[in-house]
């Protein structure tokens, strides 16, 4: 996750309009982490991050650093491919209607055995979205309002609510 | 709850969650978009302020050339009616002219008040021609119509010529008038046309000019001709004829005899009519409908921007009225997509 937190930093996105190689080579990790705190499952994170960089490699030359972090974007960018892939999810489970909620599994685990891990698992995937970009990603709050569409205020109460969801789960005995 | 915060960042960061190598390679393989042609991003903030001023320039500089271009046609259109009109009697046979000021110029100048100016056709020196003009000058008040009207009278005297008639109308509540038929020697026309229109302001003016060389050469032709007959019929007369014969040719001598007196008197007729000319002068104290005034150059030019840029305004208007409706349309359709997809976004990540 080191490579994660260096890329927020990167001087080569300070310094000016980088080359997408470079963004996409920091910021991988980051998208990845936040595509899987979204949809909670791990292969569809990696198939949404992929659909995400390749859709960030045709509409490079709109990216402006000057508007935003080249994380932002990306995440900007993600989260519309998690949301188109999402909602052609609940299509496809609409027709099969039957038995589409049993037949929806999670492959593997996602995050582990741990105490986060298991609380994660409990969080709806609108409050694991806004604690992977304030929390793991450390987006600051007006960008990752931006990323998810709403105010700032309803960020930061989405942003509390989670948290405090995540520590009664963690503290709870049942989780 | 800040050192929860900070344990649980540190739990979640030590989650598995970096991307796998397969994930890594494919975006690797991207590579590097292909510079594109570059295309000037457009400031719009920018570009408002460059180009709203440039706007606004452009439609006054327009507007201003227009003016310009309509109050120089205007008054070209003007002059060469003038200059068309006074040239006019130089024309050949029966030709006739009428000019009307209120068409051409627009201002009640007085067209023959102008010091020795007369923008009115004139008749041809050396030709006969029977030349009639009607004349309408307003004066101030009934006081004025009829000292106008008495110097009217003199003038004609003194150039020569009479008043074939004169009437002379005034009544409470409506305008006086005075209507005089002035015959005046074809030689001092002008100088009466000026004179005339110097009473007053002119109104209206028609000028009638027909041209009586034709009528007086075939006149004429016809004197000579009856003249040749009488004098031949004379000479047969005093030879010895039989009775019949003479009988004959002295009832053609007397024919002959009353043709020419009849032709002669046409002949005189005409030229008296070519002699004098015939001019109908009305004076009136009626007020203009409408007070007009000469603007000048400049001011035309400026009342033709001004229109310019009020028609420019309506057009202008007229589109927002149409376009605003539509972009608010679009604009709440817009926002209602938006919203629509935003609750349903919502909706499916509230579903744990």
Redesign the interface.
Known sequence: MESVNAAATMPALAAGRPTFASVAEAELDAVHAYLLFLTGDRSVAEDVAGETFEKAFRLWRRFDPRRGTARAWLCSIARSAALDHLRAEERRRRRELRYARETRTVDEPSWGDGAAAAALRKLAPADREVVALRVVLELDGPTTARILGISRTACSTRLSRALQRLEELMTDGDV | ?AT??AE??R??????????D???E???A????NP?RRIPRVAWRRATLVLVPACVSVLLAAAVVHGIVSSHATKHTSASASVVEAGHPASGAGGATRTNPSDSLAPSVSVFGEANKTFAPLPTPNRHQDYQADLRVRVDDLDALGRRTAQAMQIVRSLGGYVASVSQSSANGQPGEADLVLRVPVAHVDDALIRLSALGTVLEQHVSIVDLENTVTQQRRQVRALKLQILRLTAALGQPLPADVRLRLQFQLDDARRNLAAATGASRATLREAALSRVALSLTTERPAAATHDRGRVGAAVSDAFHFLAGAGAIALAALIVLVPIALLILLVWWGIRAFR?R???R?????
Do not use: Y
């Open positions: 709850m929860f915060e649980l960042a739990e979640l960061r030590a989650l598995p969650i970096d991307a796998p397969e994930l890594r494919r975006v690797r991207l590579g590097e978009p594109r935003r349903a976004a919502d499916l990540l509230a579903a744990s």
